[in-house]
């Protein structure tokens, strides 16, 4: 990380943070957090993204911390402006390729496919918002009040409150948010991110879910936001006898997936990569991962998609050396 370096590259230039599509708590920390950080060093940003801001407890963040960030197509791009990605790569599924000069890149998740950023800091921990945070803790930038809380929220959300894919760096700048940050409003929001209308999604994902051997895979049959099914993905990992969640729904058309992963031989971003292998597009980290079919490559019978995916499925867990008949030949997942 060379923050000094960022900076330079950064000044005398008109500058966007862009975030991924359905940019999520970790997201909206790191570009609220990296926005500030060039504020203070005397670079103006704005921060925008490509897809939709719908989720209740985004937009509560949005108002607590009073954090401002705009669809793309609501502003003039030009080619010469400068992006800053933070939580996302150019190339990955979720991450639109606006007007503008990707220059540099901030983020937690696997490279998809390389890129000649002039600066980039890609690292695998547990949250993109513990990397931002190190910005402020290494170059002695002073933090607010607002900024440590948004930047704690996206760490404790991102690693399900330290308990999924958590690194060293995460608890250090968690330790050193905790001096500056609004404890009590974080710990509010971690408890009160499940709204009344996410209900419906709980209760389809918990009547279509099947289990084989240590894994669950649930159908949700409408539209839902991808923040909610990341959350049912991890909900269905608690299950005692679940080591591997899958979770998927409707979307836009198309079928978001999430996928989770405590078993240790079963990388998730592999696992959903393999899976939907010339059908659709996912990857992400060992511990979690997402994917996406388009409307274009699904079959029209809804029964016959399903097992489909879940043969999908399936075949790609046998990758990872588990035994056949621990996860089953074929599966059905009900329509409801």
Known sequence: MDWKKLLNILRGHRVFIQTHNFPDP??????????????YHGIETIICYNGSVDKISVIRMLD????????????????KDYV?????QKYSANLTDIPG????CIDHHPTVKPCDYLYQDIRMVGACASMVAEYFYESKTPIDEKTASALMYGIRMDTASFGRGVK?????????LFQYAKVPLVDRMVNDNIELADLRAYGAAIENIQIYGYTGIAYIPFDCE????AMISDFILRLDTVTVSVVYAEKNGGLKFSVRSEEENVHAGNLIHSALEGY?????????????????SRTTEKAAENKLICQRFIDALKKFHTPVDEIGAVCYIKQV
């Open 101 to 104: 000069d990707e220059v540099a």
């Open 64 to 79: 607590n911390f009073k954090i401002q960030m705009f669809p793309y197509d609501e502003l003039d791009i030009d080619e």
């Open 168 to 176: 060293l760096l995460d608890i250090q700048m968690f330790e050193y």
């Open 84 to 88: 800053l990605l933070v939580d996302g």
């Open 226 to 229: 991808d923040a909610l099914i």
């Open 26 to 39: 970790d997201a909206i920390a790191c570009a609220f957090g990296m926005q500030k950080f060039l504020k």
């Open 280 to 296: 659709g597009d996912g990857g992400g980290h060992s511990a979690m991962a997402g994917g996406y079919i388009p409307g274009a």
